[in-house]
Nanobody, 124 residues
Framework: QVQLVESGGGLVQAGGSLRLSCAAS????????MGWFRQAPGKEREFVAA????????YYADSMKGRFTISRDNAKNTMYLQMNSLKPEDTAVYYC?????????????????WGQGTQVTVSS
């Protein structure tokens, strides 16, 4: 069993920054890939970014490249998402997820456990 807890969401003006954290407990954190997804009201869950077990490889949705940075600290069992130059369209609930097996990083169906989400609201 794995528990994932997101934090760091909030209200920010357009152009601002936020740093999300995802703290993991339970199974070995360093043996799994992880990802961030988001879901806006009335929309499907959307891939944001992912990172492999070591942190050496990262993956981003096109609209986040250059603005968002995913990272992890395996010693702290924590993953991060640094979000810069935020836009109103980035408003959503952001979820972290952990992936133990193969499959695409971009497909939420390949992730095994999810956090409860943290709200990010970007005002114009």
């Amino acid at each position: 069993q794995v528990q994932l807890v997101e934090s760091g969401g909030g209200l920010v003006q357009a152009g601002g920054s936020l740093r999300l954290s995802c703290a993991a407990s339970g199974r070995t954190f360093s043996s799994s890939a992880m990802g961030w997804f988001r879901q806006a009201p009335g929309k499907e869950r959307e891939f944001v970014a992912a990172i492999n077990r070591s942190g050496g490889s990262t993956y981003y949705a096109d609209s986040m490249k250059g603005r968002f940075t995913i990272s992890r600290d395996n010693a702290k069992n924590t993953m991060y998402l640094q979000m810069n130059s935020l836009k109103p369209e980035d408003t959503a609930v952001y979820y972290c997820a952990i992936k133990y097996l193969g499959g695409s990083y971009y497909d939420p169906r390949n992730y095994d456990y999810w956090g409860q989400g943290t709200q990010v609201t970007v005002s114009s």
